[in-house]
């Protein structure tokens, strides 16, 4: 099937060509950073985690949310989802892959990776992450394949792949639960120290992931001739209304527990992110921007008639996807290392270098869905005719 990706249009070749400039750009940026060292980078003693693990924790949350529609179509039985499963499976397969790559980048020296492989601990959080994370992406690789292979031939799917169908539902819940258990675990960080982390990630995910989703379905029907369905499309619509309101109740909880007990080492994270601490507030309008739009699209996608309008969806999508990003891929993790357990102020702003490896790596990310979704999209559209 693989050779599908190589044929296209022009439109096509000039995307994944601009794609691969991007890359190559980026790539040769994390030379430097190889040579020279993290020094090319915001980060500091104090903050020791910085824009590359920001990223990691939001794509990890894209990336379990395929299980939104696994669940109803292959455990309810909703036939609707049938037709779009499959651009979840390949979504969740970029998205874990750029996982790895930002953790690699933050690693600074990429040999280190193996250290978890080579000195096993199961005590360590860190090496059910990594477990976790490949399983999930080799898991998606094979369902994904095969059952659109099974598709393209017009045949049921084998059937030793319906157990790791059944497998991925509890593996994608704990890809996104284990890495809030790398941040909850760590008691010397208030911001982090709460037991609703975990679904507080997952609301997010179960938002940003379908949202994103039903803009790349919207691209889809406009581009080529397969149409993903507007029941899908809405169903898609109706997860994303109650996992972002999920996401800001969770936030506002947070925010009760914090300032009512009114202890310091929790409370100043809050304060640093909302309002600026000791004069120092990078962060301030990228926060209430975040909280701002995901109340807009609370209200457009909480109104039916509003939702139904594909325009007005596209924009609430638009602000969920954003607003979650700035929240976990912005202020989740500076929140948390700003102020230190000193309650020292030492702000975080990535450099230059680090932007551009992100955008590299976001780069090499969309090449990988625009060629899996290029399969996908051909085959069905083969299919239907």
């Not at 920001?54 to 909703?78: D, E, K, R």
């Not at 379905?217 to 209304?241: M, N, W, Y």
């Not at 955008?359 to 990310?365: F, K, N, R």
Request: proline share 5%; net charge positive.
């Amino acid at each position: 099937m693989l050779e599908i990706a190589f044929k296209g249009t022009k439109r096509y070749y000039g995307w994944m060509i601009a794609l691969a400039s991007v890359i190559g750009v980026g790539f040769l940026c994390y030379l430097w950073q190889l040579k020279f060292g993290l020094g090319v980078t915001g980060m500091s003693r104090d903050v020791s985690w910085g824009f590359y693990i920001a990223q990691f924790t939001f794509l990890v949350g894209v990336a379990a949310s395929a299980v939104m529609l696994v669940i109803p179509y292959y455990l309810h039985n909703y036939k609707a989802f049938g037709k779009i499963t499959i651009l979840g499976e390949f979504l969740a397969v970029a998205s874990v892959s750029m996982c790895l790559m930002f953790i690699i980048a933050d690693l600074g020296q990429p040999m280190r990776a193996f250290n978890v492989i080579l000195n096993p601990t199961p005590g360590s959080i860190l090496f059910w992450d990594m477990i976790v994370l490949n399983g999930y992406l080799l898991l998606n690789i094979v369902i994904g394949w095969n059952v659109l292979e099974a598709e393209r031939n017009q045949v049921a799917p084998p059937a030793w792949i319906k157990p790791f169908i059944y497998l991925s539902v509890p593996w994608a819940v704990s890809i996104h639960t284990v890495t809030a258990f790398l941040y909850c675990g760590l008691p010397g960080r208030g911001f982090w120290l709460t037991a609703i982390l975990a679904p507080r990630f997952l609301s997010s995910a179960f938002a940003a992931g379908p949202s994103f989703l039903i803009l790349l379905c919207l691209l889809i029907r406009k581009i080529s001739k397969f149409d993903p369905g507007k029941e899908q499309i809405q169903s898609l619509a109706k997860i994303v209304t109650y996992a972002i309101i999920l996401n800001v109740f969770f936030f506002a909880c947070e925010v009760f527990t914090v300032f009512y007990s009114n202890i310091p080492e929790h409370k100043d994270h809050f304060i640093y992110l909302f309002a600026g601490l000791h004069g120092h507030g990078v962060l301030v309008p990228w926060m209430w921007t975040s909280l701002t739009l995901m109340l807009l699209a609370i209200i457009l996608l909480v109104i039916p008639a509003s939702r139904k309008q594909e325009g007005v969806l596209a924009v609430a999508c638009v602000f969920v996807f954003v607003g979650t990003w700035i929240d976990k891929g912005l202020g989740m993790i500076s929140g948390g290392f700003v102020p230190n357990p000193m309650h020292h102020v030492s702000e975080y702003v990535p450099t230059i270098p680090e932007i551009i490896i992100t955008l590299g790596v976001y780069a090499t990310g969309f090449f990988i869905l625009s060629v899996l979704f290029k399969l996908a999209v051909t085959i069905k559209e083969e299919v239907s005719a």
